[in-house]
């Protein structure tokens, strides 16, 4: 009896065996039914459910000038598409309506007749179309009219109207200071101020439901987004766009002239370190000059004679010269540890004092020197170089700044004559911008400022940062040795080797550098022929009152004219002239009317009202040249021959800069801008109390200083 119960048992569990095996083989069988005879049906589905959160891009911040003139904005572009098979688009009201929209639709982009319009929207209803490209790159006026339209008028879900934003970047003066600026790409470093102020420009991006449907889409399924993003903030930077302007075209115009491959200016405010212009051309295939490569921060190299001035500060900072010692230059060669040292005067200069040699750019005067008191302690030499922040990066905002380079003897690549050579701007590197760092310090009595490229951060009228000058040395030498090397500095001006950039005007002081620029293979010569020269400028004005200080490097100009009095010289004069022609504060009380007015045939005319001032000049026959034609508000620089007139841009809910005006103009402006004006003194306006770019507060007084 047991027997048979167990054998009942056996039986039955075969019986479970067999239906749970029969089971599985059901589901193993659905499951390759699915994936092979059901697969694409059911992917399609899946795909058509599936939903996600996007992320929205955020308007990005705005970058000005420091007079409040954009720079960089990014303007909306939108992509309009149309749900042909939205609920509430009923037949009645797409039959009814097709007409219109599509004669509408014709009108507004002009690329096809309403008949094509109204067969393409037709044919994407009949097939279900659920995100029908109507038109990529639509402005913001055309995406306003576009929602007035037929069918659209009723929105997306009686409409079918689909509106996505895009953010183009945009540089309203195209390629002026473009690679300072620079930009923020996809899968490319971000470069310039674009890049370095990234976060805050960026803002915050914004979430939106999406619909992942046929073909790959993603349509939105809402109106609104679900989570708005937050624009960037506006970065205000320190350059001035007049002055930027002179420079790029100063630049330019020598650059063709000696058919250069490429060259950089900088010009930095001497008492805080604001960079007011920067200006990087180089040569294309074609021949025309464009913003590649920032030179002026990245490109380290060997600065040539413009370093005498550290050397010989570092003398006379150890006690070891006075400007008047004399020095014996020779006949024009001298021998160091077996290399022959040229100076560039046939038959040399002889006997002649530091001041003179620093002057005349005696190679062999200044390596003397050196040889005399350093010969036996180079390491001293290197250290009283280093103590000036020479070797090390200045540490600005923008990336790319080029390494600095000064040797020491515990250098592999140190030499007996090692020393001699950095003495003269050799086996040293540095970049324009360090170089000029440099100089801006001796124009500030040894104070080493940072260059500033941005002022303050700012959320609309609010102010989220605002950033000081840095002091980045409080002295890197005595007030004396300030003093002898400004000296120096105006003598290379006075009777030196840039005596062509003397006027009766103002003073310029600073140091030509001419330097032959290495072979990375074959050294200097390249097989004794083609040698490539680098030209450079880099000194400050007024020499009795520094304001500005600056930097002009060509590289390699091929018209056999090298030398930098002539090829970078000319760039820095032609800055300085126009700077100083359009900068009151400069002047100060230093010259009167009268005296200005002397120095022309041609009357001073204060800064205004385009169309006045060219019906004024019209009946007094004096020839006048606008930048442009159509502007309101104008700054004029009178020439020998001519008066110019540059642009004065007015902005908006922004305090105007009016320096140079009249009384009159400035009240009117002010006062329709929502100022209330106060005056002091007469004349033409000199100093105002509030910042032009600063945002304005309706009401808010603004103290006006007259010359």
Known sequence: MAEGRNK???????????????????????????????????????????????????????????????????????????????????????????DSLATCLSNLFKDRSPLEWKRDLVTARQEGARYHLIKRRVKFHQMKQLREFPIFNRGKYKGGLIVLQQNRRERPFRMLAARTIGYERDGVTPVGL???????????????????????LWMPINDENEVEPQDGYDIHTTINLNIQDVAENALLKQLQRHDAHHGCVILMEVATGEVKAIA???????????????????????????????????????????????????????????????????GGYGKISVEEAFAYSSNIGVMRLMEKYYANEPAKFIKGLRRMNLGERIG?????????????????????????????????RMTPLQTLTFYNAIANNGKMMRPQFVRKVTDKSAVIQSFESVVMNERICSEK???????????????????????????????????????????????????????????????????????????APNRSVYYASHVAGPIFEEIADKVYATSINIHDELQSQD??????????????????????????????????PENKWVVTQTGQEKVEMGRRNIIENLVPNVKGMSAQDAVFILENAGLKVKLKGRGMIKEQSLLPGERIRQGQEIILELS
């Open 280 to 346: 990087n051309l180089s040569k294309g295939e074609d021949g025309g000059y464009y913003e590649y490569y920032n030179y002026a921060i990245g490109e380290s190299a060997e600065p040539g004679s413009t370093f005498k001035l550290p050397s010989l500060i570092v003398a006379l900072e150890d006690g070891y010269i006075d400007l008047k010692d004399s020095i014996d230059a020779g006949d024009g060669t001298a021998e160091f540890h077996g290399e022959t040292m040229r100076d560039s005067k046939k």
């Open 194 to 216: 674009e890049g370095a102020y990234s976060d805050a420009l960026g803002g915050v991006s914004g979430k939106r439901l999406m619909q992942k449907i046929s073909g790959g």
């Open 8 to 98: 009942e048992m056996l039986n039955r569990s075969y019986v479970v065996y067999l239906a749970i095996a029969l089971l599985g083989c059901a589901i193993i069988g659905k499951v390759i039914f699915i994936q092979v005879v059901e697969g694409s049906y059911w992917r399609e589905k899946a795909e058509n459910l599936t939903t996600v959160y996007r992320d929205i891009e955020a308007v990005r911040g705005n970058i000005y000038s420091d007079d409040g003139s954009m720079l960089a904005t990014s303007v909306p572009i939108y992509e309009v598409r149309m749900d042909l098979n939205a609920d509430g688009l009923v037949d009645e009201v797409f039959n009814e309506e097709i």
């Open 481 to 555: 040795t300030a003093k002898a090397a400004q000296k120096l500095l105006e003598s290379v001006v006075d009777y030196g080797t840039a005596t062509n950039l003397k006027n009766g005007n103002y003073k310029i002081a600073g140091k030509t550098g001419t330097a032959r620029v290495a072979n990375t293979n074959e050294g200097y010569t390249k097989n004794g022929a083609n040698i490539t020269y680098q030209a450079s400028f880099a000194g400050y004005f007024p020499a009795d009152n520094p304001k500005y200080s600056c930097i002009v490097v060509v590289n």
């Open 595 to 628: 005296q200005i007015t002397a120095l022309t045939r041609l009357p001073v005319s204060k800064s205004g009202y385009q169309r006045d001032l060219q019906t004024v000049f019209e009946d007094l026959q004096i020839q006048t040249v606008s930048s442009n």
């Open 396 to 428: 600005i905002e923008i990336a790319g700044e080029g390494q600095p380079l000064i040797k020491d003897p515990s250098d592999k690549s140190w030499s007996l004559i090692s020393y001699l050579w950095t003495s003269i701007g050799y086996e040293v």
